[in-house]
């Protein structure tokens, strides 16, 4: 009677994600009991599941594992909406340091006995996912091979956040091919994949336009794979070995993509934490929408217009709430004030006269009178004193308490004042920059060790915080981010986008390596055969390669969004390490004037270099970049209508270049005079 037995379903959920990426919060737990949207992102997956006919999870967990299992304990107890017909099991190994080395623990333990549902507790997903588990179930009765089924989600928006992918895909058997992340902060102007994957095969289709949100279905020969191969050490790594190794291990990739009805994402970042955040008070996850119970099988909320969800116990007293503002129980907000855009938690404290915009409490903050908060998150018990400011991405930790009238802007905030090493081997330390006894800004230095994380969730020190993401997000009010465009959208769009030229193409590649090349101390001299490999190939005058090297430099994202807006440290650790880049393109005064030139560029593009433009050009002329003459026949060629504003600025350090001639002039007469 044992063959009649129904085969249950098993699932796999991976708590330990994206701990770089959630610091200072990451620092005080576990990333899976963060809260999106007042609900922790670790019963999101769970209720996934769930929803998906689950009946018994393995949640694999090294860090926080106690905490993790308090919170499933508590759940069964309170009768939480996964708990209902599905077992969860709470396990961990000790020396779990990757992906990698979760699967083949759990491949030791012998937990799973069939095919199963894999996916990371970051995971945000409406779909249901028995369909695809039947549709890799079907293609292994086929193929003996299968090892898993990849699922994707078409998405029609351009905000990149670094879950996108391209993949080439068999049209006939959904058998994957090629497999390429895309970069996160820009896209790129062309592909390279493997000739041989059309070669190989009659009927390929690519798919630039697709989300991961880290779900896959597993056969039972998958947790073997990474046993027997220990370089697999992300869900990355197992996909590239398979697709290069595919006749060697006798295993092949299937993918599936979700309907359009369907909602799937993965928050490995705090821009994707916002931007989930908006998806779901949009009710674009529906039914996963805070007034539906999602945690709890009971209304904790009132939906009201304009996308706010109130719940019955907190108190809002003559307080404008604009519109997609979520409320939780306990919390005590003062007249006077106007919130938009926000998630408040559970019992925190808003004084009076304070504007919240884009703004995400956790539970037990306290916020005084007269503050300004906007772009940014503010961990559990932490406390923001009496007009203060802060904006531009920060993210403040649990229990950290901002001064009184304090301004600050894209910074890490923590409440302990630890030391960081640096270099292991020189045992070198940064001190954190205090605000106040429970105020500490944690600087790029400082923020850990990316070679001891999952390489696939490192994500660079630019998407540590919100900021800017607010404004990037704008026009996604109206268009949910995995919503759909018609086809008369994307012919319209096709018709209004224009090419990317060859100039901006070659740009772009200069910014790449410059950016690489600063980040890995690389020798000057390779970058500059790179460059002029670029500049062969797009077949750039000399002239335009002068410009577009120094615009370049200051198109690189630690400029462009430098730490506390300090635009002047950055430049000059930017050319400190790629000023022989420059000084060998920037050598006769008509280079100068070029690189001059280039500046008016970045004026336009970037406000925080056109209010120090002054200060800039004093410095590349103290560094000799550009000399004297230079800046005078610059300055002279400044169109007073269109550049008056750059002219005003340059008019004090032109007035004293010329004082500074006039000077050596007569000390040089005086000399003749001598003779």
């Not at 996916?119 to 003996?144: I, M, S, Y």
């Not at 904790?300 to 706010?308: E, S």
Request: proline share 3%; net charge negative; charged share 25%.
């Amino acid at each position: 009677m044992a063959q009649f037995e129904k085969e249950i379903v098993q699932a796999i959920l991976i708590a330990d994600n994206n701990v770089w990426n959630f610091k200072p919060l990451s620092d005080e737990g576990s990333t899976a009991l963060l809260p999106l949207v007042n609900v922790k992102m670790l019963d999101y997956a769970l209720i996934a599941l769930n929803r998906s006919g689950v009946e018994e999870v393995f949640v694999y967990a090294s860090l926080y594992l106690q905490d993790i299992r308090d919170h499933i304990k508590a759940g069964i107890a309170t009768y939480a909406s996964w708990s209902f017909k599905m077992t969860v099991h709470v396990i961990g190994g000790e020396g779990c340091r990757c992906f990698g080395d979760a699967m083949r623990d759990l491949d030791a333990k012998a937990l799973i006995r069939g095919n199963f549902i894999l996916l990371g507790a970051d995971t945000v997903t409406n779909a249901d996912l028995r369909p695809v588990l039947e549709q890799h179930k079907r293609q292994a009765k086929f193929d003996k091979g299968t090892a898993a089924t990849l699922v994707f989600k078409e998405c029609s928006n351009n905000v990149r956040i670094g879950n996108e992918v391209l993949i080439a895909v068999d049209k006939r058997n959904d058998r994957l091919h090629y497999h390429q992340r895309l970069k996160t902060h820009q896209k790129e102007s062309r592909y390279q994949i493997p000739l041989d994957v059309f070669l190989g095969n009659s009927c390929v289709a690519l798919h630039h336009n697709l989300l991961d949100p880290q779900i896959a279905i597993g056969s039972p020969s998958m947790l073997s794979l990474f046993s027997d191969n220990f370089d697999f050490q992300t869900r990355d790594d197992f996909v590239r070995g398979l697709l290069i190794n595919e006749e060697l291990l006798d295993s092949r990739i299937y993918v599936a993509l979700l309907p359009d009805a369907q909602y799937a994402h993965r928050v490995n970042s705090w821009p994707a934490y916002q931007l989930v955040s908006r998806d779901i008070i949009n009710r674009w996850a529906y039914p996963l929408v805070p007034d539906m119970g999602v945690y709890k099988l009971q209304q904790q909320y009132v939906f009201h217009k304009d996308n706010i969800y109130k719940s019955h116990e907190a108190f809002v007293s003559k307080v404008s709430l604009q519109e997609n503002v979520v409320i939780q129980a306990g919390s005590h907000v003062e007249a006077g004030t106007v919130i938009s855009d926000s998630v408040i938690g559970g019992n925190c404290r808003i004084g009076k006269n304070c504007r919240l915009n884009n703004v995400f409490l956790m539970a037990d903050v306290t916020v005084k009178e007269n503050c300004r908060l906007e772009h940014c998150v503010v961990g559990a018990g932490a406390i923001v004193n009496e007009d203060c400011e802060v904006s531009g991405g920060c993210v403040l930790g649990d229990k950290s308490e901002l001064p009184a009238k304090t301004k600050i802007t894209a910074s890490l905030i923590t409440s302990t004042p630890s030391t960081q090493k640096v270099d292991e081997l020189e045992g070198d330390e940064v001190e954190l920059e205090s605000l106040g006894p429970k105020a500490f800004i944690v600087n790029d230095l400082s923020t850990g060790d990316p070679e001891e994380s999952d390489g696939d969730d490192f994500l660079p020190q630019t998407m540590l915080t919100i900021p800017k993401m607010g404004d990037r997000l704008a026009g996604l009010d109206e268009i949910s981010y995995c919503s759909d465009l018609s086809d008369d959208d994307d012919d319209a769009s096709r018709a209004v986008t224009p090419l990317a030229d060859d100039t901006n193409i070659f740009l772009g590649e200069v910014i790449d390596s410059l950016t690489r090349g600063f980040r890995e101390k690389s020798n000057p001299d390779f970058l500059i055969l790179e460059i002029n490999s670029s500049r062969y190939a797009y077949n750039m005058s000399l002239k335009e390669v002068n410009f577009n090297v120094v615009k370049a430099i200051f198109g690189m994202q630690t400029i462009v969004e430098p730490a506390n807006d300090n635009v002047l440290v950055a430049i000059n650790a930017a050319f400190k390490q790629l000023g022989p880049v420059v000084s060998n393109y920037i050598k006769s005064e008509d280079a100068m004037l070029d690189c001059l030139k280039a500046l008016e560029d970045v004026c336009e593009e970037n406000p925080l270099v056109r209010e120090k433009i002054s200060q800039v050009v004093h410095y590349l002329y103290d560094k000799d970049f550009v000399s004297e003459d230079a800046i005078q026949a610059w300055y002279g060629q400044l169109d007073e209508e269109e550049h008056g504003q750059l002219r005003q600025s340059l008019a004090k350090l032109v007035e004293w270049l010329d004082q500074s001639s006039e000077e050596e002039d007569d000390d040089d007469d005086e000399d003749e005079d001598e003779d």
